[in-house]
C-alpha cells in the first residue's frame, strides 16, 4: 500500500508562490507507474482536480491555475511537486496529493490520497 504525504503548505500573500511536495512512501511507491494529480478543497466547496499528471509524462490542468501552477516529480520518482505561483486568495484551501495506478491509461479517478497540506493565500 502506497502512502502520501504533502507539505509545503503555509500562508503567503496574493502574488506569492508556494511549492507544495507529496512522498510516497511503503508499497512499490514509483510514481512513474501512477497516474499523480493534485487537488484541493476551499472550505465550504467542492473538491477540484488542479493538475494531473501521467507516466508518459502528460499533465494537464484546470482553468482556475493554467498557467500559474506546474506539477512535476523528481528522478527518484517518489516525490511529486506542485509548483504555485501568482497566488489568488480564491487558492486559499486544503491541497491533496493522489495517486491512481497506471493500467495503461488514467481514468479519472485516484484511490490513494495524503491528509493534505493548507495553502492560505490572504494580505
Known amino acids: 500500500q502506497v502512502r502520501l504525504m504533502e507539505s509545503g503548505g503555509g500562508s503567503v500573500q496574493p502574488g506569492g508562490s508556494l511549492t507544495l511536495s507529496c512522498v510516497a512512501s511503503?508499497?512499490?511507491?514509483?510514481?512513474?507507474?501512477?497516474?499523480m494529480a493534485w487537488s484541493r478543497q476551499a472550505s465550504g466547496k467542492e473538491r477540484e482536480v488542479v493538475a494531473r499528471?501521467?507516466?508518459?509524462?502528460?499533465?494537464t490542468y484546470a482553468d482556475s491555475v493554467k498557467d500559474r501552477f506546474t506539477i512535476s516529480k523528481d528522478n527518484t520518482g517518489t516525490t511529486l511537486y506542485l509548483q504555485m505561483n501568482n497566488l489568488k486568495p480564491e487558492d486559499t484551501a486544503m491541497y491533496y496529493c493522489?495517486?491512481?495506478?497506471?493500467?495503461?491509461?488514467?481514468?479519472?479517478?485516484?484511490?490513494?490520497w495524503g491528509p493534505g497540506t493548507q495553502v492560505t493565500v490572504s494580505s
Open positions: 493522489a495517486a491512481q495506478e497506471y493500467l495503461g491509461y488514467c481514468p479519472r479517478t485516484y484511490n490513494t
Open positions: 499528471l501521467e507516466p508518459i509524462g502528460r499533465t
Open positions: 511503503g508499497g512499490h511507491p514509483r510514481l512513474t507507474s501512477h497516474c
